[in-house]
């Protein structure tokens, strides 16, 4: 069944021919202007954060690529379930035989494969038209551990992107109206994730407690693996933070579903 609710948010997003394009477009307009920014600042101090210019440039089209597989401006699916709540429709998904956290989660992945193919690869392909990107080296080996690592860290990227949407969402149980919330969660996340600069340039206080946050996982991991800063041991330790991440958010947010409806308060009645 979920493998099923997967394939169809596989489909739904896909019949938005016109969103999609739009967002291919302001995702690539945006790769330009970060790139750009990048160039200036490269050239003003080169290897900033131990990234070369061709590796920074590479970081910015990743960025675009990702950023609506990772739903790094937006809720994504989640944004159902939270008008869900707040409108009392929960209270007739809460009967139906399901567990509602894997649930979203099919409906996300299901999201998250179309955006990938559909928003990831004309960005990163315009980006290596126009710049200098770097690919994974050093032999067919090493080559390939690294794009199966980078396959790995983007699903648990994402693992942990809906754990942390999850949470968000669930918020709504409580306060009703849940934007406040989510723009507290898109500037954390983005900042603290490393979208906007690498985190290796922030100051080394901040850059420590970066690291301690799961936000890095979401972005800043899977672009270090994918640029091979990370020795295999160093991968490897990378992946296990992110999965061990993965685990205790989706926990937490079983918690706090299992808390939120012992009493469901549906307004109106």
């Given at each position: 069944?979920?493998?099923?609710v997967?394939a169809?948010?596989?489909?739904r997003?896909?019949t938005?021919r016109?969103?999609?394009?739009?967002?291919?477009?302001?995702?690539?307009v945006?790769?330009?202007?970060?790139?750009?920014?990048?160039?200036?600042?490269?050239?003003?101090?080169?290897?900033l954060?131990?990234?070369d210019?061709s590796?920074?440039?590479?970081?910015?089209w990743l960025?675009?690529?990702?950023?609506?597989?990772?739903?790094?401006?937006?809720?994504g699916?989640?944004?159902?379930?939270?008008?869900?709540?707040t409108?009392?429709?929960?209270?007739?998904?809460?009967f139906r035989?399901?567990d509602?956290?894997?649930?979203?989660?099919?409906?996300?992945?299901?999201?998250?494969?179309?955006?990938?193919?559909?928003?990831?690869v004309?960005?990163?392909?315009?980006g290596?038209?126009?710049?200098?990107?770097?690919l994974?080296?050093?032999?067919?080996?090493?080559?390939v551990?690294?794009?199966?690592?980078f396959?790995?860290?983007?699903v648990?990227?994402?693992?942990?992107?809906?754990?942390?949407?999850?949470l968000v969402?669930?918020?709504?149980f409580?306060?009703l109206?849940?934007?406040g919330?989510?723009?507290?969660?898109?500037?954390?996340?983005?900042?603290?994730?490393?979208?906007?600069?690498?985190?290796?340039?922030?100051?080394?206080?901040l850059?420590?407690?970066?690291?301690?946050?799961?936000?890095?996982?979401?972005?800043?991991?899977?672009?270090?693996?994918?640029?091979q800063?990370?020795d295999?041991?160093?991968?490897?330790?990378?992946?296990?933070?992110?999965?061990?991440?993965?685990v205790?958010?989706?926990?937490?947010?079983?918690?706090?579903?299992?808390?939120a409806?012992?009493?469901?308060?549906?307004?109106?009645g």
């Open positions: 069944m979920y493998a099923a997967c169809r948010g596989f489909r997003y896909s938005y016109a969103a999609t394009w739009a967002r291919v477009t302001t995702n690539t945006f790769g330009f202007i970060l790139a750009y920014t990048y160039l200036a600042l490269w050239q003003v101090r080169p290897h954060g131990g990234y210019l590796a920074a440039l590479t970081y910015v960025g675009q690529a990702l950023f609506a597989f990772l739903c790094m401006g937006g809720m699916v989640l944004d159902d379930l939270q008008t869900r709540i409108k009392g429709d929960i209270a007739v998904d809460l035989p399901v509602q956290q894997a649930w979203w989660l099919a409906v996300d992945l299901g999201r998250g494969g179309y955006q990938l193919l559909a928003n990831g004309v960005p990163m392909l315009v290596g038209l126009c710049f200098d990107l770097r994974p080296q050093g032999g067919l080996g090493p080559t551990a690294t794009w199966a690592a396959a790995v860290s983007i648990l990227a994402l693992l942990v992107s809906y754990a942390l949407r999850f969402a669930l918020t709504a409580w306060l109206d849940g934007r919330v989510q723009m507290i969660y898109y500037l954390t996340c983005n900042f603290f994730g490393g979208f906007f600069l690498p985190i290796t340039l922030f100051p080394a206080p850059e420590e407690l970066a690291r301690a946050l799961p936000f890095v996982s979401l972005f800043q991991v899977p672009a270090d693996v994918f640029l800063r990370y295999a041991v160093g991968t490897l330790a990378a992946l296990g933070v992110q999965a061990a991440w993965a205790v958010l989706l926990g937490v947010g079983r918690v706090v579903q299992a808390r409806v012992r009493k469901v308060v549906v307004q109106g």
